[in-house]
């Protein structure tokens, strides 16, 4: 099973600021199968990215995902209120068939 | 608008069967992979399994022996089982859409909070 690992555990920036997190993959994770996604308090998690790069419907281009291999990071280029969240990476492998999910990254207001 | 639609008993009991029921709205069931996924504060994010139109199963290994889905495609509606619950399955779980080629979850259903206390 891949385990991803997600740094830091949380982030504490400012409104405006530039926001980096980062996903590991114990193994390579093939970029078509690495997403993000965004969880508010009492939400469902929202895809934010998939394949590694591609934004989903309607997220703003202020998110970027990039990456390959086993590193992989979502950049967030200038903080709105609405983002702090927390941030989820995800991989799927195919043998077998399994998704994993990182363990988050909290993005909280400094 | 595209929805999925979630219900299912909250509390149960030790050793009883978990069961929820995920419906979707607005859009094409079939071509689709359905997934559920379950989030608690000591395990995070956990797939729990999929199905597709078709019944085409695949599980977690680490769950497979307890966990039965099922797909209703007259009423665009799967579901899960998980026998003989304990503590450790306490969770909100979540049905969603894979969303195909790129193996992302595209649109979740609302959660439906499960609490194994005796």
């Known amino acids: 099973e891949i385990v991803l690992t997600q740094s830091p555990g949380t982030l504490s920036l400012s409104p405006g600021e530039r926001a980096t997190l980062s996903c590991r993959a114990s193994?390579?994770?093939?970029?078509?199968?690495l997403a993000w996604y965004q969880q508010k308090p009492g939400q469902a998690p929202r895809l934010l990215i998939y394949g590694a790069s591609s934004r989903a419907t309607g997220i703003p281009d202020r998110f970027r995902g990039s990456g390959s291999g086993t590193d992989f990071t979502l950049t967030i280029s200038r903080l709105e209120p609405e983002d702090f969240a927390v941030y989820y990476c995800q991989q799927y492998d195919s043998s077998p068939p399994m998704y994993t999910f990182g363990q988050g990254t909290k993005l909280e207001i400094k | 608008q595209v929805q999925l639609q979630q219900w299912g008993a909250g509390l149960l009991k030790p050793s009883e069967t978990l069961s929820l029921t995920c419906a979707f709205y607005?859009?094409?069931?079939?071509?689709?992979?359905w997934s559920w996924i379950r989030q608690s504060p000591g395990k995070g994010l956990e797939w729990i399994g999929e199905i597709n139109h078709s019944g085409s199963t695949n599980y977690n290994p680490s769950l497979k022996s307890r966990v039965t889905m099922s797909v209703d495609t007259s009423k665009n509606q799967f579901s899960l089982k998980v026998t003989s619950v304990t503590a450790a399955d306490t969770a909100v779980y979540y049905c969603?859409?894979?969303?195909?080629?790129?193996?992302?979850?595209?649109?979740w259903g609302q959660g439906t909070k499960v609490t194994v206390s005796s």
């Open positions: 607005g859009g094409s069931f079939s071509g689709y992979y």
């Open positions: 193994q390579s994770v093939s970029s078509s199968f």
């Open positions: 969603a859409r894979e969303r195909s080629g790129v193996d992302a979850f595209d649109i």
